[in-house]
């Protein structure tokens, strides 16, 4: 199965910011824990990551022709008002996994609210990174080839 991992802004900032809330393991741990999951899996996953609404956009649409089948995307804080970003979701029918690393539930309140989830088949938060394998397997587990 091809995979893309779309992250959103300041997600390239792991381990930097509010460790609190996102821990203290860094990008590149997150890339080699994403590679990993790959390699265990027999799946090619790519991973994008862009702190612009554009460029996440396009790298989207580009994955309706490019061979993916399955999306995991953490839009960041597009999640609570990107709407462009919410269209672009909609527009593909390719399997897609929204990720939050926190509790969104238990946040800010503007946090509680997600444009983009109801243009995704699943939503997972709260689990760290592990979130990331979670939304893998459950498309690999949903995979109708």
Known sequence: MNILVINGPNINFLGIREKNIYGTQDYDALLQM???????????????????????????????????????????????YSY??????ASITIPK??????DITKREEFRKISVTKDACDHQIYGKGLEGYCMAIDFLLKNDKK
């Open 34 to 80: 994403i590679a990993e999951k790959g390699e265990a899996c027999g799946c090619r996953i790519e991973v994008f990551q862009s702190n612009h609404e554009g460029a996440i956009i396009d790298r989207l649409q580009d994955a309706y022709s490019d061979g993916t089948e399955g999306i995991v995307i953490n839009p960041g804080a597009y999640t609570h």
């Open 84 to 89: 462009a970003i919410r269209d672009a979701l």
């Open 97 to 102: 996994v929204e990720i939050h690393i926190s």
